[in-house]
């Protein structure tokens, strides 16, 4: 099985896949207060949400008083997070790029990177250049918050086809996974026997200590990890891996 190189822009699109879904949207205020906890950012401090998505989290950190850039390469999701905000009452600066090409020169006094909009491309170098221009963005000192897929959990758990039912269509999964990370299929079958739909993606896995290693070649050193926004410690048990990370001065 393979991904196409650049999967995430047939992927991430309404009539496949949307991040906001109800359990989404229900989880993103919890998250929040853990994320600005140990942010401990000033009213008015610039935050970056790189991979913003329909902006879940994005409105949150705005309605605690911060001036929030949301970044994201897909524009229906921006167009949401933007209706997000309206609805919300609250301002978001919403910015289209790729991860990979960020050109924001130190602006933020923070930045976060959630569910796991990280570890997307074949090259480990693209990774690199991803971290980089956080790091690059972030003013001397400043922070950054990456949640992503615990690989440790993954390799322990792996399971080669899944599916559930997810209400108004089923969800079936095939994986394959090697030494750098998981390729998945994903298919959406609707209930009322619609067409079905496939859709593949590659997902590198990280650990704690690959983790480091790519932090620290971005010049971005990690401070502290958990295994879950409720603040448990990370282990193989843990199916995300949460990084708080400082830029180096
Ligand atoms: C799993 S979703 C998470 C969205 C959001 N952080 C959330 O928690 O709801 C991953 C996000 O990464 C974005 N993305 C994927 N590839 C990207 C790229 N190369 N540059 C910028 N954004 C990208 C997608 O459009 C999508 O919004």
């Not at 229900?26 to 935050?47: D, H, S, T, V, Y």
Request: aromatic share 12%.
């Amino acid at each position: 099985m393979k991904a196409p190189r650049e999967w995430h822009k047939i992927f991430f699109k309404n009539s496949f896949y949307n991040p906001a879904s109800p359990a989404a949207l229900e989880n993103a205020p919890r998250e929040a207060r853990f994320i600005l906890k140990q942010l401990k950012l000033k009213k008015g401090a610039a935050l970056l949400d790189l991979c913003c998505g329909p902006g879940r989290h994005a409105v949150e950190f705005a309605g605690r008083g911060l001036a929030v850039t949301g970044c994201d390469f897909s524009a229906p999701y921006l167009a949401e997070a933007g209706q997000r905000a309206k609805n919300k009452k609250v301002r978001l600066r919403l910015v289209r790029g790729d991860m990979r090409r960020l050109k924001f020169k130190e602006e933020f006094d923070a930045a976060v990177n959630l569910f796991t909009s990280f570890g997307y491309f074949h090259k480990f170098s693209d990774d690199i250049l991803t971290l980089k221009g956080v790091a690059r963005a972030l003013k001397p000192g400043g922070l950054f918050m990456i949640d992503i897929i615990h690989g440790d959990f993954v390799r322990a758990n792996f399971r080669r086809r899944d599916w559930c039912d997810m209400g108004d269509h089923f969800h079936l999964e095939e994986n394959s996974m090697d030494a750098d990370g998981t390729v998945s299929a994903w298919t959406r079958i609707a209930r009322n026997g619609g067409r079905a739909l496939t859709r593949t993606f590659f997902t590198r896995l990280y650990n704690k200590t690959r983790l480091t290693a790519a932090l620290h070649k971005a010049g971005l050193e990690p401070l502290k990890f958990w295994g879950g926004f409720s603040g448990v410690p990370l282990s193989v048990k843990t199916a995300r891996l949460i990084c708080l990370a400082r830029k180096r001065s």
